[in-house]
């Protein structure tokens, strides 16, 4: 988590909320629609189950509002997502954050697991492509049934992950992997899905990953990391993170790497207003600039990221 005991020339300089010299305008306005957020449970008889969501509608929907999905990490409290999905849905986005029932504790740790073992029991739980073909799962009963119920347009879908999410949206917009029941590459594209962001992904040995998953991305993809982004899991480190990015081809590819960021900095736990506000205004920019081409509005830019964090944030373009 963010380290708060630093030098105070430190406290001087990082990321702050406010003031004058920090204006993260320049990235992206967050509108101002009303937003009425509720619980949904959407039915899968192919499962027997209903998926749970947790839903942020602008009000009143029209013909611009488009479909995010968001998926979040490993057993994540449904809220860690607000931030990101309020700012957007403020902004005529209807915003779907959906609960992976094959990656909660409630499920994984039914035997009796706790504490520790119930974790590790979680990070086991990763490894199991059934799981991955879950997630996928929940997202592709989200992106059929929700844009009828919601009343928006059904063909261009913006999808947003972190962590564990951001492998489970990443597969839609062209990473692939290596299933390893059959040791086949699988890819899980999807034309529906226009604009992917992915907080904290995951570079290779993990998840069937390896160096030739990012080599046929073929829409825009927006990868958020930080140096200090890390987890206990096998191989990670904040460099670890940053392996897709450098193998994928150019074309709407980019990264913004947060000098004191870590693994929750892209979620609800993150207590520094100012990178909260980094994140939530780079990811609306990079939605409206994908999903919304032709509209007026501020550019996600190399220069508007150095401003919006007094240069402690970096924005790379493929």
Request: glycine share 8%.
């Amino acid at each position: 988590m963010f380290r708060w005991i630093r030098p105070l020339a430190f406290l001087v300089a990082a990321l702050p909320a406010c003031g004058s010299r920090y204006d993260c305008s320049l990235l992206a306005t967050p509108g101002a629609s009303p937003v009425l957020v509720k619980e949904l449970q959407v039915p899968d008889s192919a499962r027997n189950f209903a998926v749970r969501v947790r839903a942020f509608i602008p009000e009143p929907v029209n013909a611009e509002t488009r479909l995010i999905v968001l998926s979040p990490g490993l057993d994540a409290d449904l809220a860690d997502a607000d931030p990101v999905a309020r700012t957007l849905a403020a902004s005529n986005y209807a915003v779907a954050v959906v609960e992976h029932r094959a990656s909660t504790s409630a499920r994984v740790c039914a035997g009796g697991q706790k504490g520790a073992d119930c974790w590790r029991a979680l990070e086991e739980s990763e490894t199991h492509a059934e799981n991955w073909d879950d997630r996928f799962s929940d997202i592709l009963l989200l992106m059929d049934e929700l844009p009828a119920q919601v009343g928006v347009d059904a063909a261009h879908i913006g999808l947003v992950g972190h962590s564990f999410g951001a492998f489970t949206t990443m597969a839609f917009g062209g990473t692939t992997y290596v299933d390893p029941r059959t040791q086949e590459r699988r890819d899980r594209r999807d034309a529906r899905v226009v604009s992917v962001v992915a907080m904290s992904p995951q570079g290779p040995r993990w998840f069937g990953l390896d160096d030739q998953s990012w080599d046929h991305i073929d829409r825009p993809l927006f990868l958020m990391t930080g140096d200090h982004d890390g987890t206990t899991m096998i191989d990670d480190s904040p460099e670890w993170r940053r392996v897709p990015f450098a193998h994928m081809r150019g074309g709407d590819k980019l990264m913004l790497r947060i000098e004191d960021g870590n693994h929750m900095s892209f979620t609800a736990r993150e207590k520094h207003r100012g990178i909260s506000e980094l994140v939530q205004r780079a990811a609306l920019a990079f939605i409206d600039g994908t999903m919304r081409k032709g509209d007026t509005g501020a550019s996600l830019t190399a220069e508007a990221v150095k401003t919006c964090s007094h240069g402690h944030a970096s924005l790379e373009r493929r």
